[in-house]
C-alpha cells in the first residue's frame, strides 16, 4: 500500500556531510509523523529524527546540533542532512512514516535502508 524508498547514502570521509532522501509513495491520504532511524551493527535499531506533519521536530541526544530534519509535503519526502559526520554514525539509516492510506486509517511504514560509512 504504502512504499518508502531512501537514497542518498555512502562513504563519506569523518567530518564530512551526507544528505538522505525518502520518498513515500502509494495509495497515501495523509502522512503524520515521518523519521528516520538507524541501527548498526550488532546493535538495536534507534531513533535519529522524527517530524510531524506540523513540523515539531526531535532529535536523538547523538546527533543534535549535527543532523537537521526536514520534509516537503508537497512531495511525500522527509530528508536528513547529515554534517560532522563521525565513525560512530556508522550504520543502516531507515525511513519510518506514520501513513493513513485509502485502505487503512494509519499504519507505520519501513524503507528498505541505506548504508551510510564514515571512514577515513
Known amino acids: 500500500q504504502v512504499q518508502l524508498v531512501e537514497s542518498g547514502g555512502g562513504l563519506v570521509q569523518p567530518g564530512g556531510s551526507l544528505r538522505l532522501s525518502c520518498v513515500a509513495s502509494g495509495s497515501i491520504v495523509s502522512i503524520y509523523a515521518m523519521g528516520w532511524y538507524r541501527q548498526a551493527p550488532g546493535k538495536q535499531r534507534e531513533l535519529v529524527a522524527t517530524?510531524?506533519?506540523?513540523?515539531?521536530?526531535n532529535y536523538a541526544d547523538s546527533v543534535k546540533d549535527r543532523f537537521t530534519i526536514s520534509r516537503d509535503n508537497a512531495k511525500n519526502t522527509v530528508y536528513l542532512q547529515m554534517n560532522s559526520l563521525k565513525p560512530e554514525d556508522t550504520a543502516v539509516y531507515y525511513c519510518n512514516a506514520d501513513v493513513g492510506t485509502t485502505f487503512t486509517p494509519r499504519g507505520d511504514y519501513w524503507g528498505q535502508g541505506t548504508q551510510v560509512t564514515v571512514s577515513s
Open positions: 517530524i510531524t506533519s506540523r513540523s515539531s521536530i
